[in-house]
C-alpha cells in the first residue's frame, strides 16, 4: 500500500466517477482502476459497488475513508514539519485577528513583514474573539491577535504585545463634548451604544462598567466599532471603544476616562500543546520585538 494509491482512492471516493476522478488526476483510467482493485485486494474487501461505468462507495469504503483521510494529513503534516527543519525562514503562517485590529494595526504590520520574512506566506482571518479561540482550540490557525483568550480544553500561550486606551465618545453636540476627562459613573443614565456579546471589546467593556458598579442602557449594540461611532455621531447614545482610524469622520468628540482606568491589552495567542512550526515560533518572535519597538 502507497500513499499514493490512497490518494487515488480518496479522490475516488469523492468523486463517485472512475473517469472524472482519472481526470483530475491526470492518469488514464485504467491506470486508476488497476490501483483501486490492487488497493481492493490488500484489503480483502471491496470499497465500492459497480454497476457498468457507475460507482458508489460501500460502507467499508466509507469507513476506510476515514482512516485515509486521517493518515493523509498526518502525511502532509510531517512533510511540512520537515520541509520547515530543513528550509527555516520559509512556510505557511496563519494569522487571526479581532476585528478592531482589520484597520490600521494589522494592515500595518503586514506591510512590513515582508522585509523581514520574503518566504513565509501568511492566511489572515479576523473574527471575533470567540471565533478565533475555537479555531485555535481546533488547530485552523496557528496564531491569533487579540485580548487574552482562555479555553476549557487546551492550554493556551499568551504574550502581552502593547495595550491601548478606551474613550467615552459623545456626540460633538452633548453637553459632554468639552470635557478634557470623565467619569464613567456620570454616563450611566446616557443611552449606550455598544458592542455586540461574543466580542472580545463587548467582554472589557462590561468588566470595566461592572467593576465601577454601573449597570448601562444599551440601546444598540453593532458588530463593529465603526458602527458604534456612527450611531454615536448620530446622536443616539455615547459609548466607550478604542481610539480607531477615521474617528473624526463620525461627528463624534473623544472623551479620556479618568476613573476607573480602562485600558486593554492586546497579544498574541497559541495553542501551547499543539506543533508550532518554525515560521510560526519565529513570527511571534517577529511580533513581540515589531510591537515592543511601537510602544
Not at 512556510?91 to 487571526?96: A, F, K, Q, T
Request: proline letters at 4%; hydrophobic letters at 40%.
Amino acid at each position: 500500500m502507497e500513499i499514493q494509491q490512497l490518494e487515488y482512492f480518496k479522490t475516488v471516493a469523492e468523486m463517485q466517477h472512475m473517469t472524472h476522478a482519472a481526470e483530475k488526476l491526470n492518469i488514464s483510467q485504467p491506470a486508476l482502476s488497476k490501483s483501486i482493485s490492487n488497493l481492493e485486494n490488500e484489503i480483502g474487501v471491496p470499497l465500492f459497488d459497480r454497476q457498468g461505468r457507475s460507482i458508489s462507495i460501500n460502507r467499508y469504503g466509507s469507513l476506510f475513508l476515514k482512516s485515509v483521510e486521517s493518515i493523509l494529513k498526518e502525511y502532509k503534516k510531517a512533510k511540512t514539519e520537515i520541509s520547515n527543519l530543513v528550509m527555516p525562514g520559509c512556510g505557511e503562517v496563519s494569522l487571526g485577528f479581532i476585528h478592531s485590529l482589520g484597520m490600521q494595526v494589522v494592515p500595518e504590520l503586514m506591510a512590513h513583514t515582508p522585509e523581514k520574512y520574503p518566504n513565509m506566506n501568511f492566511t489572515l482571518t479576523q473574527a471575533s474573539s470567540y471565533n478565533l479561540l475555537q479555531w485555535l482550540e481546533e488547530g485552523q490557525i496557528d496564531m491569533c491577535l487579540s485580548q487574552r483568550i482562555e479555553s476549557k480544553t487546551i492550554e493556551v500561550g499568551w504574550i502581552e504585545l502593547w495595550s491601548e486606551e478606551l474613550f467615552v465618545i459623545v456626540p460633538k453636540n452633548h453637553r459632554f463634548a468639552n470635557r478634557e476627562s470623565i467619569k464613567l459613573e456620570e454616563i450611566k443614565d446616557e443611552p449606550f451604544i455598544s458592542i455586540k456579546r461574543g466580542n472580545a471589546l463587548r467582554q472589557i467593556v462590561d468588566k470595566f462598567f461592572k467593576e465601577a458598579g454601573i449597570t448601562t442602557n444599551v440601546t444598540f449594540a453593532g458588530e463593529e466599532m465603526h458602527t458604534v461611532a456612527g450611531f454615536v455621531g448620530a446622536g443616539l447614545g455615547v459609548s466607550l471603544i478604542p481610539s480607531i482610524k477615521g474617528l473624526n469622520e463620525y461627528n463624534v468628540q473623544k472623551i479620556r476616562v479618568s476613573e476607573p482606568t480602562c485600558v486593554r491589552k492586546i497579544g498574541v495567542s497559541w495553542a501551547k500543546e499543539r506543533y508550532l512550526a518554525p515560521a510560526a515560533v519565529q513570527f511571534i518572535d517577529y511580533l513581540v520585538e515589531y510591537f515592543k519597538d511601537r510602544k
